[in-house]
């Protein structure tokens, strides 16, 4: 059996609006900025609400925040 | 250091410090006066006035990560707290057989020891999950 591994580009996306800092987007999308930095690391997996929250600050669909890596 | 772990912080420094005063007292004033040593763990009630106060100047302080990790420790906690229930209950049983007369000093001592168990768990747990 295949292991999966949820990735994410949301440094990138950050950097790609106006350099957004991680408390502003914690902010915007009602979490810490602890959270924001476990999900950057990919060491913690969002709940769909909170994936799709990230996706709306960005302007983007979900996939081109997140993507499931086989290992 | 999010709130969460402060609270776990908060919580190991009471847990081991009623310890440590227990076993002085136990070995100075005596077995019955020793358990005076456990009202330290009522502090654990002012942690939580002192924390919901911090909570309300810092805006987000508990997320579903937060959560999750909360859920998490307090299964491991209750879990490591039911193992020491049960040994310490299995162990008194044993050495007492059926005829036996439990002591009311060792029935507070598990009561309280159960209690410390179960809160150095949860926060030593909660504490290893938010370095994960």
Redesign the interface.
């Known amino acids: 059996m295949t292991k999966s591994q949820l990735t994410n580009n949301i440094r990138r996306l950050r950097f790609n609006h106006n350099e957004m800092i991680q408390e502003e987007l914690a902010k915007k999308v009602g979490v810490t900025r602890q959270t924001i930095i476990a999900l950057e690391a990919s060491k913690y997996v969002p709940s769909l609400l909170l994936a799709m929250k990230i996706a709306r600050v960005f302007g983007v669909a979900v996939e081109d925040v997140f993507q499931i890596v086989e290992q | 250091m ?1 709130i969460q772990q402060k609270e776990a912080v908060f919580n190991i420094v009471v847990c081991v410090a009623a310890l440590v005063l227990y076993v002085i007292l136990r070995l100075t004033v005596g077995l019955y006066q020793s358990h005076a040593a456990f009202s330290l763990l009522a502090l654990q009630a002012i942690s939580v006035l002192i924390y919901r106060k911090f909570a309300r100047k810092r ?8 959560l999750a990790i909360r859920h998490k420790a307090a299964i491991i906690g209750f879990s490591i707290f039911w193992l020491f229930f049960v040994g310490f209950s299995l162990a008194t049983f044993y050495a007492n057989q059926q005829t036996g007369v439990v002591s009311v000093n060792l029935w507070v001592l598990m009561v309280f020891m159960g209690w410390i168990v179960l809160y150095l768990a949860w926060s030593v747990a909660a504490l290893v999950l ?1 370095r ?1």
């Open positions: 999010v805006g987000i302080t508990m997320d579903e990560r937060d938010y994960q």
